[in-house]
């Protein structure tokens, strides 16, 4: 210690390491248990991933496992069920997103409104999105059961049908059918985010556009969607990407059936691990339903930067 | 009073009657299917199958709980303690990685950071499909099938990114001249300044974890073997894979395995909302 200038700052004795050095070594510190979390659970998995899709790998037939490089790749791209898959995949991201989108702006239109009971209307609302996904799946398959289920019934009574329809064997109903439990669990997402912006817009923009002679239609148009418009971006962005990776529905409600009807990619993913135990093809299709995800998630960067800008 | 009162004949009339109208139907349309469920656990086996079938149960009866509880083939006691616990270790750890992962993030200048940032987005979007094969061979080669250490640590791999997202904007939000005039080390500040006032955006951050971890079906499924390591969504899927469905003790199962996360959310949504839309919000 070097004390003949008696100031309060005292020069410290010269670490090993530098100040800067330390403090660098601490900041990493506190990311590390973070990182050692993703490290194990994402980062390292996924590069096993890709490993494992350079193998052929049925774990029925053992004594088959080799390298065959992009032998799976190959496959995949031959493999006409791949290509339905994608299609299917694009059928339920749009159907269910858009559809969600607008009953969800509807409610949050609503629940955005001066009533009694707000908060008790608001919580029933938002409910269907905390329930987990497989309780929401058998919840509406015993909705769709052809015998004992409510539809029918309900549908029967109205005078609206005479034979029973089996929802979820018919091929040309099923995909509406799992869809629509989709639009019902989604659509309090769209609400919780819409809701959140149109509380942030300024009561004082509206009573402006009220004195400018805006009837309500036009105050619609003219103030209340352009000033949502960045969390719609997010919202439905996330949303689709969400909704494009999203298995458990489909996966207990028809496992992609019948006849891969329901078959959308991440589903067929899991199908060809559990069923087929094809585990390299699982794989390879697992790390292109990631390519697809890094080429969206770029976009929605680009697209959020662009609305971050118009946000200020 | 944004939108109505304000004369126009078109406001009222949507203000009104459009307003209680949609309001009746969206509830109906969110309750109806939980109701119809409910209904349907407090039926017994002859009323289930019944043709017509009913709404309202003749002969209402607890039974259906008392069985799925106590069963031996699907102890939803058993599933439900196993979910109770992976939820709440997921969740404590989670809030504990983040919030250190969050503060260096929001506080410290150093190489890399927005890399990190993009790096926390982008997991947040990762299918849990691609995750479940090479995990299965990693819990496999360490021995950890049919242990919680398995499940917990897999559910890192969702909450951990998106708590760290969250708990950044929060800190962000604390201005900076609280710590720096309080005279404290950094880890101090952390525990004595941050943390009390992020407290709200903890709060919501722990219970996105938790209620996401009570929801996990595909971890769940793959990586136990043993009935008695299921948690409640894996535990569901079982019963239905495993025998021709009982609608009654499912019924019943679905509502155990509803009813929590319903009142977390009742209690705590207005933080949970503020928390997941705060993001968004700020673009």
């Known amino acids: 210690m070097s004390n003949q200038n008696a100031t309060i700052a005292v020069p410290a004795p010269r670490a090993l390491l530098s100040h800067a050095t330390r403090e660098t070594l601490s900041n990493y510190a506190y990311l590390l248990p973070a990182a050692i979390c993703l490290g194990g659970t994402v980062l390292f998995p996924i590069l096993k991933a890709i490993h494992m899709s350079l193998y052929y790998n049925v774990l029925i037939k053992p004594q088959e496992y080799r390298f065959i490089g992009l032998g799976n790749y190959v496959r995949m791209v031959q493999d006409p069920t791949f290509w339905l898959t994608l299609r299917n995949s694009f059928t339920w991201v749009f159907w269910s997103v858009s559809l969600q989108f607008f009953f969800g702006f509807l409610v949050a239109l609503i629940l955005n409104g001066q009533f009694k009971g707000r908060a008790i209307y608001r919580t029933i609302n938002l409910l269907p999105w905390i329930i987990p996904g497989v309780v929401v799946a058998l919840i509406w398959e015993y909705i769709y059961q052809p015998n004992y289920g409510p539809l029918n019934d309900l549908l029967r009574r109205a005078g609206l049908m005479r034979e029973p329809v089996a929802w979820l064997s018919n091929l040309n109903l099923v995909m509406p059918a799992v869809v629509f439990t989709n639009i019902w669990r989604g659509i309090p997402f769209f609400t919780i985010m819409i809701l959140a912006g149109l509380q942030a817009i300024p009561d004082e923009i509206y009573e402006a556009a009220t004195v400018d002679g805006a009837g309500v239609i036009q105050r619609f148009w003219s103030v209340t969607l352009p000033m949502l418009r960045p969390i719609i971006v997010v919202a439905t962005a996330t949303r689709i990407i969400w909704t494009f990776n999203y298995a458990d529905l489909i996966f207990v409600m028809t496992s992609g059936g019948p006849a891969n009807a329901t078959q959308i990619t991440s589903t067929y993913t899991l199908m060809q691990a559990y069923s087929d135990l094809d585990w390299g093809y699982a794989a390879t299709l697992s790390v292109i339903l990631l390519v697809i995800m890094l080429v969206f998630t770029a976009l929605y960067l680009k697209l959020t930067k662009g609305v971050e800008s118009v946000a200020g | ?283």
């Open chain 2, 1 to 283: 009073m944004k939108t109505r009162g304000l004369g126009d004949p078109l406001e009222r009339f949507l203000g009104g009657p459009v307003l209680w109208g949609g309001l009746v139907l969206g509830t109906l349309f969110a309750m109806g299917p939980f109701l119809w469920v409910f209904l349907a656990s407090v039926k017994t086996r002859v009323e289930l199958y019944a043709t017509p079938i009913t709404y309202i149960p003749v002969q209402p009866t607890f039974q259906n709980y008392v069985d799925a509880w106590t069963s031996r083939l699907t102890p939803f006691s058993r599933f439900f303690a196993n979910s109770l616990w992976v939820s709440s270790v997921t969740m404590v750890a989670t809030i504990v990685i983040s919030t250190l992962a969050g503060y260096a993030l929001a506080r410290f200048r150093f190489v890399g950071k927005n890399t990190l940032m993009l790096v926390f987005l982008a997991t947040q979007m990762f299918p849990a499909v691609l995750l479940i094969a090479p995990l299965l061979s990693q819990w496999h080669a360490l021995g950890l099938i049919d242990t919680y250490q398995a499940l917990i640590y897999s559910n890192f791999s969702f909450t951990v990114p998106f708590t760290v997202w969250m708990l950044v904007g929060y800190f962000e939000s604390i201005p900076r001249e609280l710590e720096e005039s309080a005279m404290i080390g950094r880890f101090g500040a952390l525990l004595r300044i941050i943390v009390p006032l992020a407290a709200p955006g903890i709060a919501a951050t722990a219970i996105f974890a938790f209620v996401s971890s009570w929801s996990e079906l595909l971890f769940a499924t793959t990586f136990t073997t043993r009935t008695d390591m299921r948690t409640l969504s894996a535990g569901l899927l079982y019963m239905v894979g495993q025998y021709e469905i009982q609608w009654g003790q499912l019924g019943a199962g679905v509502m155990i395995s509803t009813i929590p996360v319903a009142i977390l959310f009742i209690f705590l949504q207005k933080h949970l909302i503020r928390g997941l839309t705060a993001g968004a919000l700020k673009g």
